[in-house]
């Protein structure tokens, strides 16, 4: 009881004095709280990542009872070996824990020890690297919808250590899309619009009931689309196309950098300086640019690819270096504040990719320590209070720019107690995919 009263006291506390800020929870709960989101809850774990096995930049999503895998890799740079263990659990559409046992949803045991590993060779840093496929002999989802994995130490699933998300799919239905520009005129210019239609299936009786979409553009759940409803059904066919409803601001193509190789100063890096014990990589400085003319370059959507030139085992190979970003800015902004964003961030919004005013330079700078490779990063403004990113202020937005988006069905009846997730898509605003 009085813990539960400290909390509630710390968290008006830190709402009205602003040491919360943007943050979706404070760092009070990073080691004692479960977030069903892509969270890390400990400094020393770096680089997580979550992929078709054997396609390093593909979406976390597979086939039910398929040959599907999703590979789980992170690094620990502690080194040394830990007792790290894993378990899945099932989700509603919206991200929050279903209402369904264990046994519910998957064949085999709740907790799975990970047994693979790798030390670093020939870095500066040293870690240790993690690794463990799904689904496998231990462990299989019985049923379709989404699914935190979440590991943690010594069989102990409150001492957690890291949290992905990830989907499985029945495919019940067809889905039939085509990304847009804009139909409104005020949103003409800088915002795409997504437009589907899905082909019912047999049980589905009341598809404005029964049935949930979600939208998602490049995997950033912060603004994703919910709660849309077909604007018709004709020949069994769900129809959904609006005007502004299905909307999400086209943005620009990713701002990027490669760190593959110190000996290199590739484009957008300024310097490369060795500073015992690491090296320090210094961006060019960016600057806002919502105002630009759209100018088209090759990107992967905000994902980042590890990556290093000299070495046989970009695992373990690849060193860990320091990263500082500068976006000039004549002045702070208010109520609200500005995050590097990007797939190395796990899209949220948090202390650890915060930028801090610099007043001398009349910029905003922030280092990371990152494994090497290839990064796209964007500059997102929060404003107070808010759990949703704007990129549009700094990066502008632009009706032409490529994006991937992600279609999501899910069926609910009053007979299952679940969101099936039957049909997913994934459409791109220039590609055919």
């Known amino acids: 009881m009085y813990r539960f009263v400290f909390i509630v006291l710390f968290v008006l506390y ?9 943050d979706t929870v404070p760092d009070y709960f990073d080691n004692n709280f479960l977030r069903y989101t892509n969270h890390i809850y400990r400094e020393n774990i770096k680089t997580p990542e ?24 992170f690094d620990d740079l502690d080194s040394g070996t830990r007792n790290y263990w894993y378990r899945l659990i099932h989700c509603d559409a919206g991200w929050q824990p279903s209402d369904l046992n264990y046994s519910d949803y998957m064949d085999g045991f709740e907790y799975n020890k990970i047994y693979d590993y790798k030390f670093s060779f020939n870095t500066f840093c040293k870690y240790t690297h993690y690794f ?53 005129i005020d949103l003409k210019k800088s915002h795409q619009e997504i437009d589907f239609n899905v082909r019912k299936d047999a049980s589905i009786t009341d598809p404005y009931g029964e049935i949930k979409v979600v939208l998602v553009q490049n995997n950033r759940w912060d603004n994703a689309v919910s709660g849309l409803k077909p604007s018709l059904i004709k020949d069994q066919t ?14 620009s193509e990713y701002r990027h950098f490669n760190t593959n190789n110190v000996r290199f100063q590739s484009e957008h890096i300024k310097s490369i300086i060795y500073e015992d014990p690491y090296y320090h990589y210094y961006l060019e400085n960016d600057n806002r640019r919502p105002y630009k003319i759209y100018s088209y370059h090759e990107d992967i959507n905000g994902k980042f690819m590890v990556d290093v030139e000299q070495g046989d085992d970009k695992d373990i190979e690849a060193d860990y270096v320091y990263v500082t970003f500068n976006l000039s800015y004549d002045a702070p902004v208010v109520n609200g504040n500005i995050y590097v964003s990007g797939a190395f961030t796990g899209w949220n919004f948090g202390n650890e ?21 290839y990064y796209n990063y964007e500059y997102v403004f929060v404003k107070d209070g808010s759990t949703k990113g704007d990129n549009t202020i700094i990066e502008g937005s632009h009706y032409e720019t490529e994006n991937d988006y992600f279609i999501y069905i899910y069926f609910h009846d009053i007979n299952i107690r679940y969101d099936k997730l039957i049909g997913f898509k994934v459409v791109n605003s220039l590609k055919k995919l």
Do not use: H, W
């Not at 830190?14 to 943007?22: D, E, F, L, V, W």
């Not at 495919?171 to 139909?183: N, S």
């Not at 769900?238 to 943005?251: A, T």
């Not at 910029?363 to 494994?371: D, E, G, S, V």
């Open 238 to 251: 769900l129809i959904y196309d609006f005007d502004e409803d299905n909307n999400f601001p086209g943005g």
């Open 14 to 22: 830190a709402c009205k004095s602003g040491i919360a800020q943007s």
């Open 132 to 184: 463990v496929s799904v689904p496998n002999e231990d462990v299989r989802p019985k049923i379709s919808g989404n699914y935190i994995i979440e590991v943690f130490e010594d069989y102990n699933p409150d001492n957690i250590v890291l949290t992905r998300r990830f989907s499985v799919v029945e495919y019940k239905l067809g889905i039939d899309a085509e990304v847009k520009r804009a139909t409104l």
């Open 50 to 73: 979550l992929f078709r096995e054997g396609a390093e930049l593909t979406y976390p999503v597979i086939e039910l009872n398929s040959s599907d895998k999703l590979k789980l890799c």
């Open 353 to 373: 990719n915060r930028m801090k005013y610099k007043f001398e330079e009349k910029a905003y700078q922030l280092t990371l320590f990152l494994k090497q490779g």
